[in-house]
Nanobody, 121 residues
Framework: QVQLVESGGGLVQPGGSLRLSCAAS????????MGWYRQAPGKQRELVAT???????NYADSVKGRFTISRDNAKNTVYLQMNSQKPEDTAVYLC???????????????WGQGTQVTVSS
């Protein structure tokens, strides 16, 4: 199985920054798409960002211009840099990996346990 382990979550003030990391256990990392979802209480799970093996990225409208997803294939690690954070960014952030289907939609297959991000004064 593919194992994903997130780190970097915590408490940050509005306007601050955090960087999340997700380390994968398998060498297939380099050819699989990686993504971050977030889940806040009472809200629909939201796909925050994805990055393909070739480095192409997509972002939810809610985070465009503030968050950056990147990957280091040599380290089997994907990152989510979160800047200018807002209280509505508070959620459990879940790393995942999967494939993009024929219609261009991301289909996650494996999930990490999640890391809590809280944006509050």
């Amino acid at each position: 199985q593919v194992q994903l382990v997130e780190s970097g979550g915590g408490l940050v003030q509005p306007g601050g920054s955090l960087r999340l990391s997700c380390a994968a256990s398998r060498s297939i990392f380099s050819i699989w798409t990686m993504g971050w979802y977030r889940q806040a209480p009472g809200k629909q799970r939201e796909l925050v960002a994805t990055i393909t093996g070739g480095g192409s990225t997509n972002y939810a409208d809610s985070v465009k211009g503030r968050f950056t997803i990147s990957r280091d294939n040599a380290k089997n690690t994907v990152y989510l840099q979160m800047n200018s954070q807002k209280p509505e960014d508070t959620a459990v952030y879940l790393c995942n990996t999967g494939r993009v289907d024929s219609s261009g939609s991301y289909r996650p297959a494996y999930w990490g346990q999640g890391t809590q991000v809280t944006v509050s004064s």
